[in-house]
């Protein structure tokens, strides 16, 4: 029997049961912070889950916030970007989410050696540990606040697409590992992590 629902108001709108299942599948992990290889996985897409990642990192499921952390890090490790839109995705099924702004959230930053080589290391709330690099990217973006105000936020490039805040306590000490430097555009943050290199305006 298929774990998609039937087509409710034009699509698909995925049940507790949907929920339940992602959950079991992912208790197979314990705490160990492994990601699965989601880039090989093919499921079919069954439909929406009223589930949201607001802008300040808190998860909500069906109207109520969810604080088991324990459960959000589970989540985090299925969590799939594709064409903009985010899904948490299993070998069995793909089930659409909401995304305000970032997925992920960057909650501190160290600078560590490795074969004599400095890099800046990131943590996310859900204990992923990311160098930035050339792949791993820091990088400011526009973000449209509640007033609707536009102010330009730092993130990071993490896996499969998904992005995470920098918090604005993680990059006032970003700010101990960096340059600030006079740009075309105006005075910028210069960091330096391994051989790249990632220069961030300061408006």
């Known amino acids: 029997m298929s774990k998609c629902d039937a087509m409710v108001n034009g699509g698909f709108m995925v049940s507790e049961a949907n929920f339940q299942s992602i959950t079991q ?5 314990g ?7 989601l880039e090989q996985w093919h499921p079919q897409y069954c439909g929406a889950m009223d589930l949201v990642i607001k802008a300040n990192g808190q998860w909500w499921h069906e109207g109520q916030q969810i604080r088991r952390q324990k459960l959000i890090d589970l ?19 793909k089930i659409k989410i909401q995304v305000e702004d970032a997925p992920l959230l ?5 600078q560590v050696e490795i074969e004599s080589v400095q890099y800046l290391q990131l943590t996310t709330q859900n204990q992923d540990i990311v160098l930035a690099d050339s792949e791993h990217s820091i990088f400011m973006r ?24 920098i918090q604005r306590n993680v990059f006032y000490h970003l700010l101990n590992y960096g340059e600030l ?4 555009q105006g005075t910028g943050l210069k960091l330096k992590s391994g051989t790249a290199q ?6």
């Open 198 to 203: 990632f220069i961030l305006g300061m408006e």
């Open 25 to 29: 599948y992912l208790q197979q992990f």
């Open 31 to 37: 705490d160990e912070r492994r990601i699965p290889p």
């Open 181 to 184: 430097i006079e740009t075309a």
């Open 106 to 110: 960057i909650v501190a930053v160290d």
């Open 142 to 165: 526009a973000y449209t606040d509640e007033q609707g105000k536009i102010v330009m936020r730092p993130y990071l490039h993490v896996r499969f697409g998904l992005t995470a805040l």
């Open 75 to 93: 989540f985090s490790k299925v969590l799939w970007q594709e064409d903009g839109e985010y899904y948490l995705k299993t070998p069995v099924e």
